[in-house]
T-cell receptor, first 116, second 111 residues
């Protein structure tokens, strides 16, 4: 079984400050990890993913995420938040060894509010 | 929202009526998915299809049906058997690097 936890329902950060949105995961094998962003009444947009290699993954719009195997975490970060970053962020995981149907499990989402 | 289109954006139906949500993609992707999104519950998988003429139930398939007669199209029917159909429905396809491309969603309200 695989699962994702996003422990914070909402994260508030001042514009220009660094932001972190937390994600922890559980899989039996090795993980594929993803971050998506959703603006109001829109579909999700892919931000970045980790499959293998460098633990620091860079993605769209200046976002990056750090894979930490020992802590089973994949936190999303950005050095300087913009008001336009305000949105709902989803972490997702797939077990690399799942074979067959490649189910992706999504977290419940974290609302990011960037305050001007 | 990539090359995935969903229509309509808003849909209103009376209880007891079946309704079909459209999903079309021009990305030439084999795998397609339907999710339901409710506040505080994230995305839950309804049905998925890995290839034309094949589809499988997801975690919450009861009260829903799908077809996959063409690679480009994966319509979802919400039947009267679905107890709580009011929700935001998202269609997606899977790209070559495992990322998913989502449509803009259909907000269904059943009264």
């Amino acid at each position: 079984a695989q699962s994702v936890a996003q422990p914070e329902d909402q994260v508030n950060v001042a514009e220009g400050n660094p932001l972190t949105v937390k994600c922890t995961y559980s899989v039996s094998g090795n993980p594929y990890l993803f971050w998506y962003v959703q603006y109001p009444n829109r579909g999700l947009q892919f931000l970045l993913k980790y499959i293998t290699g460098d633990n620091l993954v860079k993605g769209s719009y200046g976002f990056e995420a750090e894979f930490n195997k020992s802590q089973t975490s994949f936190h999303l970060k950005k050095p300087s938040a913009l008001v336009s970053d305000s949105a709902l962020y989803f972490c997702a995981v797939r077990d690399m060894n799942s074979g067959g149907y490649q189910k992706v499990t999504f977290g419940i989402g974290t609302k990011l509010q960037v305050i001007p | 929202d990539g090359g995935i289109t969903q229509s309509p954006k808003y849909l209103f139906r009376k209880e007891g009526q079946n309704v079909t949500l459209s999903c079309e993609q021009n990305l030439n992707h084999d795998a397609m998915y339907w999710y339901r999104q409710d506040p505080g519950q994230g995305l839950r998988l309804i049905y998925y299809s890995q290839i034309v003429n094949d589809f499988q139930k997801g975690d919450i398939a009861e009260g829903y049906s799908v077809s996959r007669e063409k690679k480009e199209s994966f319509p979802l029917t919400v039947t009267s058997a679905q107890k709580n159909p009011t929700a935001f429905y998202l269609c997606a396809s899977r790209g070559p690097m495992d990322e998913q491309y989502f449509g803009p969603g259909t907000r269904l309200t059943v009264t």
